[in-house]
């Protein structure tokens, strides 16, 4: 059984509501319904290694559960459509100043043969002669133009490999 204590989730309850509000979204204000969220990513953490979305079904094998790792690939835009993300952890403005109700939202995750089928995809490149190749953060959409990605992107805070390689350099 897995232990996760009150203090472990008031402490990334702080750091994400700290990190939320400087990129520029916010928590759910339901404070309870908020921190049993927080206790799934800790549970999910300590079974797959990661912060696998509460509200989703792991895999538990990373590379394929990557979108679903909170925050998910798919919260921006569900925050756009719904106010909300899947699981309702994100809202938007008009949620969270009560102007409005969190909804449930459909499933965007496409299911495995679409994701197999997408990933074969080639990107549509169409600019040339970049002397380094360009990184989109998968979440949030960040661009940045280096080596490799960076470790963590500076407005959504998720890991390297969240970052996909956008356009390549010409070398």
Same mark, same amino acid.
């Given at each position: 059984m897995i232990n996760i204590t009150d203090e472990e989730i008031q402490?990334?309850?702080e750091k994400l509501n700290r990190e939320a509000k400087q990129s520029g979204y916010n928590l759910n204000p339901d404070l309870e319904?908020?921190?049993?969220?927080?206790?799934?990513?800790?549970?999910?953490?300590?079974?797959?290694?990661?912060?696998?979305? @509460?509200?989703?079904l792991a895999s538990g094998k990373k590379d394929q559960d990557l979108d679903i790792?909170?925050?998910?690939? =798919?919260?921006? #835009?569900?925050l756009n459509d719904y106010d909300a993300?899947?699981?309702?952890?994100?809202?938007?403005g008009r949620v969270a100043?009560?102007?409005?109700?969190?909804t449930s939202i459909p499933e965007r995750r496409p299911v495995p043969e679409q994701k197999a089928k997408k990933e074969l995809k @080639?990107?549509?490149?169409?600019?040339?002669?970049?002397?380094?190749?360009?990184?989109?953060?998968?979440?949030c959409g =960040?661009?940045? #133009?280096?080596?490799e990605p960076p470790e963590t992107c500076p407005i959504c805070k998720v890991k390297k490999e969240r970052f996909?390689?956008?356009i390549p350099a010409d070398k």
């Open positions: 402490r990334v309850y319904f908020t921190k049993s969220l927080i206790k799934g990513l800790l549970v999910n953490e300590n079974r797959y290694g990661y912060w696998a979305c @509460p509200c989703r790792i909170c925050p998910c690939d =798919y919260r921006d #835009a569900d993300c899947y699981c309702c952890l994100y809202v938007s100043r009560g102007e409005k109700k969190a @080639p990107m549509d490149n169409t600019v040339s002669s970049l002397p380094l190749p360009v990184w989109r953060c998968k979440v =960040y661009l940045c #133009a280096r080596e996909e390689l956008f």
